[in-house]
């Protein structure tokens, strides 16, 4: 076989691994922020106390 060949059938196999392997990544589920559900309490101070309560 011919270098320059040689050298196109590395390239396509080397640009067809490479688009496989973007596909797999892109078809996982991306993980989202855990914070994202959970409302944020706001602490208030209890006037009597001074202690913070949600």
């Known amino acids: 076989?011919?270098?320059a060949l040689?050298?196109?059938a590395v390239?396509?196999?080397a640009i067809?691994?490479?688009a496989?392997?973007?596909k797999a990544i892109a078809a996982q589920p991306q993980?989202?922020?855990v914070r994202a559900d959970?409302?944020?309490r706001k602490l208030r101070r209890d006037?009597?106390?001074?202690?913070?309560r949600p």
């Open 1 to 3: 076989m011919p270098p």
């Open 47 to 52: 006037p009597v106390t001074g202690e913070y």
């Open 16 to 18: 067809v691994a490479y």
């Open 11 to 13: 390239a396509a196999i």
């Open 20 to 22: 496989m392997v973007r």
């Open 6 to 8: 040689l050298g196109v």
């Open 38 to 40: 959970q409302p944020i």
């Open 31 to 33: 993980p989202k922020p």
